[in-house]
Each structure stands twice: as C-alpha cells, then as structure tokens.
C-alpha cells in the first residue's frame, strides 16, 4: 500500500494563509501524477490540484490564482501552498497518487490518509 500523512492545516482568518504538506510511503514523486483533494461537509471529495512528473500544474478553477503545488522528489514530498484563502475553500484536505497525463481524468491509487483540516473563519 501506498500511504501518505498530510499536515499544515489549521484555522485562518479570510485572505489569510497555509501551506500543506504531503509526504509518502514510498518514494514514487519522480514516477507519478500528485494531486491534493479536498472534501468539504457534505460535499463529495473534489480534486483541487495537479502535478505531474515533469513539473507542470493544473488547477480547478475556483482556486486558480489563488493557489500553488509544488513537489520536491528528493524529499518525497508535495506542498500546497494557498493563499487568499475564502471560507468555502474550508475542508480536509487530502493527497495522492494517480498514473494519468495532462487530460486523463484522476485516478488515485493510494491509500487515503487522515487528511488535515482546513477551515477559514473571522
């Protein structure tokens, strides 16, 4: 199994700022596709984030700008860096693992972690 601990979440003011880290198992940064997830109360868990071996990023749109991902393969590592935080970016949020390209949808094979919250509040 694959598995991965997130951390860096917390609780912060709207416009405010964190920084996510991810870190695996198993080293697999320089092989696959990382993305970070969230899931929000209520809500099914949505892919936020992409970054693929070669370097390059995607983001859903309601983050673009906003948000950054950012891996350091020798340190078997995946950051999100997120700033101009709203309250409905409140979540867990989540990393992992998924073989596709730039258009293939995501397909996450590693196990799920805990997870770390997220809640941006006044």
């Known amino acids: 199994q694959v598995q991965f601990v997130e951390s860096g979440g917390g609780l912060v003011q709207p416009g405010g700022s964190l920084r996510l880290s991810c870190a695996a198992s198993?080293?697999?940064?320089?092989?696959?596709?990382m993305g970070w997830y969230r899931q929000a109360p209520g809500k099914q868990r949505e892919l936020v984030a992409r970054?693929?071996?070669?370097?390059?990023?995607n983001y859903v749109s309601s983050v673009k700008g906003r948000f950054t991902i950012h891996r350091d393969n020798a340190k078997n590592t995946v950051s999100l860096q997120m700033n101009s935080l709203k309250p409905e970016d409140t979540a867990v949020y989540y990393c992992?693992?998924?073989?596709?390209?730039?258009?293939?949808?995501?397909?996450?094979?590693?196990?799920w972690g805990q997870g770390t919250q997220v809640t941006v509040s006044s």
């Open positions: 970054i693929f071996s070669d370097g390059s990023t």
């Open positions: 992992n693992a998924d073989t596709g390209n730039r258009g293939v949808v995501a397909t996450p094979f590693g196990s």
């Open positions: 198993r080293s697999i940064f320089s092989l696959y596709t």
